[in-house]
T-cell receptor, first 117, second 110 residues
Framework: ETGVTQTPRHLVMGMTNKKSLKCEQHLGHNAMYWYKQSAKKPLELMFVYNFKEQTENNSVPSRFSPECPNSSHLFLHLHTLQPEDSALYLC????????????????FGPGTRLLVL | LAKTTQPISMDSYEGQEVNITCSHNNIATNDYITWYQQFPSQGPRFIIQGYKTKVTNEVASLFIPADRKSSTLSLPRVSLSDTAVYYCLVGSTGRRALTFGSGTRLQVQP
């Protein structure tokens, strides 16, 4: 049990659908991340939230819209996706400090396997 | 961010020691070295982290030479369940997320 849960675990959607992925961390962390992992490719960082504020957006298309209502929850809203968006979407969390220091471990959820038809 | 280079794949047998080396020639002074393990269709799992010399925990050891331009993850007596992709990451402090490379796919056979 990693302390990071993701729902749904599997999702099939058409290109005109709107859906949302949910992530919840039970670790008391203050930073949360969305990653995308396509088949046989490295993990790609999509978004980073520190202290509920988005601090990084790695040139992600606008059809992906993140939302972080509090430090424990992270959403990824999906609309008008393309088949090439089919991938494993992973959420992670960590405890970041403003003063710096040893990089904290990122804890990952089990992921949502998304298939866009 | 420091770029890392790892072998694409490795094969081993149960009970053997496996050493996976990662190169990170442009590692910065403040960077730490972290290794993650990922099973298919699961999120990566933290294995070990270090800055210099040697770090050991219940799962693995991490060897880092004095110049810190490379690191070696050592898995003692691997089993079939150690079959996974292993990622070497280099990152520093601050509000920056880590960058995952292609990783090393370890296949352990009976």
């Amino acid at each position: 049990e990693t302390g990071v849960t993701q729902t749904p675990r599997h999702l099939v959607m058409g290109m005109t659908n709107k859906k949302s992925l949910k992530c919840e961390q039970h670790l008391g962390h203050n930073a949360m991340y969305w990653y995308k992992q396509s088949a046989k490719k490295p993990l790609e960082l999509m978004f980073v939230y520190n202290f509920k504020e988005q601090t990084e957006n790695n040139s992600v298309p606008s059809r992906f819209s993140p939302e972080c209502p509090n430090s424990s929850h992270l959403f990824l809203h999906l609309h008008t996706l393309q088949p090439e968006d089919s991938a494993l979407y992973l959420c992670a969390s960590s405890q970041e400090t403003l003063a710096g220091g040893l990089r904290e471990t990122q804890y990952f959820g089990p992921g949502t396997r998304l298939l866009v038809l | 961010l420091a770029k890392t280079t790892q072998p694409i794949s490795m094969d081993s047998y149960e009970g053997q020691e496996v050493n996976i080396t990662c190169s990170h020639n442009n590692i910065a002074t403040n960077d730490y070295i972290t290794w993650y393990q990922q099973f298919p269709s699961q999120g990566p799992r933290f294995i070990i982290q270090g800055y210099k010399t040697k770090v050991t925990n219940e799962v693995a050891s991490l060897f880092i030479p004095a110049d810190r331009k490379s690191s070696t993850l050592s898995l003692p007596r691997v089993s079939l369940s150690d079959t996974a992709v292993y990622y070497c990451l280099v990152g520093s402090t601050g509000r920056r997320a880590l960058t995952f490379g292609s990783g090393t796919r370890l296949q352990v056979q009976p």
